[in-house]
């Protein structure tokens, strides 16, 4: 009988259909979200340590233009594309501090175990998201970079999104380089 990894399973996913949502990897695999995207080549993600979250929410705030967090609940998913806001920790909290028409949160940074820097093809698109899980793999939200008129990346934002991966990966190997 042979047995296959996950990264083998996962591999095979994207070879049939490189646009799949990593949710979608997850929910046919039986693993969690952060399972899958752990999993996934090395080309398409980066996983560094949960610790590193107010670095990189600090560092995106700078990026300037739009960016989409997307966060799912329940089977619904909630949207806001708006240039990412600076925030503080107080009260326990990563608090984000986003003007009007902005987004306004409260975070719990402890609960980031990990975060996952993606590169990946959808809808005939290259994508860049940073996602945050917690230590069961469970996807708090993402951070997609922005797109233009055109719809094509800003151009910036791959540039910053490239040089913090670098800059944080050197701290954290994923599962296939250990």
């Known amino acids: 009988m042979t047995t296959t990894t996950l990264n083998e399973q996962v591999d095979a996913i994207l070879a049939d259909n490189a646009s799949i949502l990593p949710a979608d990897i997850a929910k046919t695999l039986g693993v969690s979200e952060g399972e899958a995207v752990?999993?996934?080549?090395?080309?398409?993600?980066?996983?560094?340590?949960?610790?590193?979250?107010?670095?990189?929410?600090?560092q995106v705030a700078e990026w300037g233009?739009?960016?989409?967090?997307?966060?799912?609940?329940?089977?619904?998913?909630?949207?806001?594309?708006?240039?990412?806001?600076?925030?503080?920790?107080?009260?326990?909290?990563?608090?984000?501090?986003?003007?009007?028409?902005?987004?306004?949160?409260?975070l719990k940074?402890?609960?980031?175990?990990?975060?996952?820097?993606?590169?990946?093809?959808?809808?005939?698109?290259?994508?860049?998201?940073?996602?945050?899980?917690?230590?069961?793999?469970?996807s708090i939200f993402k951070i997609y970079l922005g797109r233009d008129e055109k719809r094509q990346l800003l151009d910036h934002q791959v540039e910053a999104f490239h040089q913090l991966k670098t800059q944080l990966a050197t701290s954290t190997a994923t599962d296939r380089e250990q």
Request: charged share 20%; net charge positive; proline share 6%.
């Open 38 to 58: 752990r999993a996934m080549p090395a080309e398409y993600q980066t996983w560094v340590d949960g610790q590193h979250a107010e670095t990189v929410f600090t």
């Open 109 to 138: 940074l402890e609960r980031m175990a990990g975060i996952a820097f993606v590169s990946k093809p959808f809808r005939g698109k290259t994508t860049h998201y940073i996602g945050f899980f917690t230590e069961q793999g469970e």
């Open 65 to 106: 233009g739009p960016v989409t967090a997307i966060v799912h609940s329940g089977g619904s998913i909630f949207e806001v594309k708006a240039p990412f806001p600076k925030g503080k920790i107080a009260y326990g909290y990563y608090n984000l501090m986003g003007k009007p028409g902005e987004m306004h949160g409260h």
